[in-house]
């Protein structure tokens, strides 16, 4: 008994050290060590040996019937000492009664934990018969008690069930045959729980001691359903087996599963201690690193880091919103470690407020004539674009001188909207006629700083405002970033192919576009990622395009449109002589003494080898020729450097394109009509043919719905003139007419057709030519009005371009003349109607000869 108290006696007192979790099992085991100590806390104390007496008290002292205390998730096993709350009134009665008497009462769990007003049928047949040692009242009315499991009982008939329960009683004394088998469930329970103890760090290493030197089956079986943790229903059910073994089965499976439970727990701890060990051990060297650079009285790198951006940020120029919240962000910064994940994040905000340019702006060349001549140097033509950016010169230029005269009107200040410093300008026309190099000649110009981004095919709207920092990898948007690159506020920014924006599930760019081209909003542009004010109203916005119509109509009304035509051929000469001829001598390794194209060569290349608006395939053209004659001056070969007219085919080979105009025309039913291309003016022929039928009229050539009711208008008014046409009023009785408009391939629509349509269905229904020099547009109405159409310019040169020498054109389009180039104007003639009839009096010939006369 010495040697086993001794032993119960190290493991309290190491139990001692746990705190209140393992009050309650210190209680059991001092209660069942060889020496118990449980004072009566309301009669005199005890002896120790009659405390041991009281833990063998026999099975006949025990009364036959006992209150019964039900309890919740508990279950008190023989031979362990359990501290309670009690509670509820009648369970405070019961122990109030109880202590005064022999103390002894029934412990019975329920059968489930919600009851709140427990009956018979809620608690289980088998209980514990308890010793009540310890008593104490709390303030708030409960009771603690300390209570010693003695026996086992079974509930055999309920007496009583109020104030509180009381039921007739019989022991259940635990079955313990001495047997091999009995033995190895004990060595078997005792090893799995030795690797509880040591794997649980709630179970001191103490309690495997304790364990072996029991000898009794029953004890360890109680202790080890003690200290170990299960559900209520498992430990019930331990206490309900009669027989020592199925105990310890019960038991060996419960440790069993708890032991593999903690094994993997185990397992996953060391494996995620391997990963934090090295994370763990740089930061433990970094701290150790700070702290022996603080002592020697250096700063660390990231406090030099933090003092960098300060100062960076106060030398930035941001306004108050931009200051405050970079500044909020750098607290921030300079309270996390520099392993963590947000540091890198707001590591790189900061960078990108501090490295933009909130105050730096490129002083502007005010001279109006050096931007005429910046102009001229690197473009022909193009007055009205010219012109325009010499106005907004002018205009800044003005501000400039005038800001510091004093104002004697301020009544006439604005006060809502501001000064507009920038100018949004959008540049619409055919490809290849300079908008993009316009853009570049501006800024030399101005002697700002040039940006370009391209548009085309974008359809995310971050792209313009950038991804909110909440995202991995967010960036501002590409009108920041850019700015950023400049290292300017006052950049000339062009916005490349504008027209070619699309949309879909990501958002809409030319919607986000709104904020930066209104001059009214763009003074407070937000990036999503900066999330702050960045002023963009001192920026020269321009934007390029081939056509208006893709442009969403609100977009369109935040820009000054200006309309670039195609060229005449003597515009593409001069422009090729002076611009795209020394360019390519240069780009090809030639010397100007090397090669020489004269007027008339360029003229041809331009008549028989390209049919454009612009010039980039008369460039392409030039720089074929080139790479020829730097080809042949490689291998050797003597030769003259001069191209002229008839050398041409030699380089080129045959010509591209011909003037068919005349062919097309030789007999009735054939016009030419002019038409406007996203890429140019452009010529089409309307072909019509009559055969035997019944008031069949077809239309082919891929023509739109305008298009359409455009031939049927045509045909209804040339029907209605059959008399003043000498023709059959009922020729179209037995008449199928087909119109059909050539190149098929290529979708065609538009009113502006309908003269050349109806004088194709005059001519061939009177067998009338129509003059090959003479082309035609305008929209016709059913009583034979011609009303005015658009491009004029474009398909004026167009039919310039293609040897036309005749135009007739709307009345009402004659103010429209004067955008056409003089040196075309003096070349053609225009013939200005408002009727159709006029327009067949001056197309259609009355005989071979006449059309030769016309010339």
């Known amino acids: 008994m010495e040697a086993k108290g001794s032993i119960w006696q190290r493991v309290l007192d190491h139990l001692s050290s746990a705190g209140e979790v393992w009050m309650g099992f210190i209680e059991r085991l001092r209660m069942a060590s060889s020496s118990p100590k449980i004072q009566d806390s309301g009669a005199d104390a005890a002896s120790a040996s009659e405390s041991a007496a009281e833990d063998e008290r026999p099975a ?146 103490e309690m495997v001691m304790a364990i072996m030197d029991t000898g009794d089956a029953r004890q360890l079986a109680y202790m080890i359903a003690t200290g170990l943790r299960m559900d209520i229903l498992d430990a019930q059910e331990v206490l309900e087996a009669d027989d020592v073994r199925d105990k310890l089965r019960k038991l060996i499976v419960l440790l069993t599963r708890e032991v593999e439970v903690l094994e993997m727990g185990k397992q996953i701890q060391t494996e995620a201690k391997s990963e934090m060990e090295k994370v763990q051990r740089e930061f433990f060297l970094r701290e150790q690193l ?46 996390l470690p520099t392993a963590a994940a947000e540091y890198s994040v707001i590591r790189t905000y900061l960078g990108w407020l501090t490295e933009l340019p909130w105050q730096v702006t490129t002083e502007d060349t005010l001279g109006i004539s050096h931007a005429r001549q910046v102009l001229d140097e690197d473009h022909y033509d193009l007055e009205k674009v010219k012109e325009r ?101 006052n950049p000339v920014f062009m916005l490349d192919e504008v027209d070619k924006i699309g949309s879909d599930f990501r958002g809409d760019p030319a919607s986000a576009l709104l904020e930066v081209l209104d001059p009214e909003q763009n003074r407070e542009f937000r990036d999503h990622y900066l999330d702050v004010p960045f002023d963009l109203s001192q920026v020269m916005f321009i934007t390029t395009g081939n056509v208006l119509d893709t442009i969403p109509a609100p977009l369109r009304d935040r820009m000054e449109i ?87 085919p030699e380089h080129l080979g045959k010509p591209k394109y011909y003037f068919d105009a005349a062919e097309r025309t030789e007999m009735p039913g054939v016009a030419t009509g002019l038409a406007w291309t996203p890429a140019g003016g452009d010529i089409l022929f309307i072909e019509a043919s009559k055969m035997r039928g019944s008031k069949g009229f077809t239309l082919t050539g891929q023509l739109g719905d305008v298009m359409k009711e455009s031939a049927q208008a045509a045909l209804t008014f040339v029907r209605s003139k059959a008399n003043e046409l000498d023709l059959d009023p009922a020729f179209f009785e037995g008449t199928d007419i087909h119109l059909h408009v050539p190149a098929g391939a290529i979708p065609k629509d538009g009113p502006s057709a309908g003269v050349t349509m109806a004088t194709a269905l005059a001519s061939l229904l009177t067998g009338k030519r129509v003059s090959s020099k003479v082309g035609m547009t305008g929209e016709i109405t059913l009583r034979g009005q011609v009303l005015p159409v658009g491009g004029i310019k474009a398909k004026v040169l167009a039919a310039h371009r293609t040897g036309l020498r005749t135009v007739i054109l709307p009345k009402r389009n004659e103010p429209d003349l004067e955008e056409v180039p003089e040196d075309v104007r003096k070349v053609m003639d225009f013939i200005l109607v408002d009727r159709v009839e006029q327009v067949f009096e001056a197309a259609l010939l009355d005989g071979t000869d006449a059309d030769e006369a016309r010339e």
């Not at 019989?170 to 509880?196: C, G, H, I, K, Y």
């Open 389 to 489: 950016i010499l106005e907004y010169l002018a205009v800044r230029k003005l501000r400039e001188e005038r800001n510091s005269e004093p104002s004697e009107d301020e009544e006439a200040l604005d006060h809502i909207r501001k000064e507009r410093e920038g100018a949004i300008l959008c540049f619409v026309g055919p490809p290849g006629v300079g908008k993009t190099s316009l853009g570049q000649s501006i800024a030399r110009a101005l002697g700002r700083k040039f940006i370009r981004q391209s548009l085309g095919g974008m359809r995310d709207e971050a792209e313009i405002r950038g991804h909110r920092r909440t995202y991995i990898g967010a960036m501002p948007g590409r009108i920041i970033q850019a700015l950023r690159r400049a290292g300017s506020k």
């Open 290 to 335: 700070k702290a022996i650079k603080k002592e020697l009285g250096e700063e660390s790198e990231q406090e030099i880091e933090i003092n960098e951006l300060r100062d960076k940020i106060e030398k930035a120029g941001m306004p108050e919103e931009a200051s405050k919240e970079a500044l909020r962000e750098l607290d921030r910064l300079s309270k």
């Open 60 to 205: 006949r002292s025990i009364p036959a019937e006992l209150p019964v205390l039900p309890l919740k998730n508990t279950v008190i096993f023989p031979m362990t000492v359990v501290p309670l709350l009690v509670g509820k009134p009648r369970s405070v009665k019961l122990v109030d009664e109880v202590v005064l008497g022999d103390r002894l009462v029934a412990l019975v769990a329920l059968r489930g934990p919600d009851v709140e007003d427990p009956g018979p049928n809620d608690l289980h047949n088998m209980g514990t018969v308890g010793m009540i040692h310890r008593f104490a009242k709390a303030p708030d009315g409960t009771i603690h008690v300390v209570v010693q499991g003695i026996e086992r009982v079974r509930i055999t008939e309920y007496t009583q069930a109020q104030p509180y329960m009381k039921a007739r009683i019989s022991t259940a004394p635990d079955v313990a045959e001495e047997s091999v088998e009995l033995e190895a469930l004990t060595r078997n329970a005792t090893e799995l729980f030795r690797q509880l103890v040591s794997l649980a760090s709630y179970l001191p290493e």
């Open 562 to 648: 200006l309309t670039l035509s195609g060229y005449t051929e003597e515009e593409k000469v001069r422009i090729a002589q002076a611009y795209l001829i020394p360019r390519q001598i240069r780009e090809n390794g030639l010397r100007s003494d090397e090669i020489e194209f004269t007027e008339a060569a360029v003229g041809r290349i331009i008549r028989d080898y390209t049919r454009e608006a612009g010039v980039r395939n008369l460039e392409r053209e030039i720089g074929s020729v080139c790479r020829k004659i730097a080809t042949q001056i490689a291998e050797g070969q003597e030769r003259d450097g001069s191209i002229d007219r008839e050398d041409v």
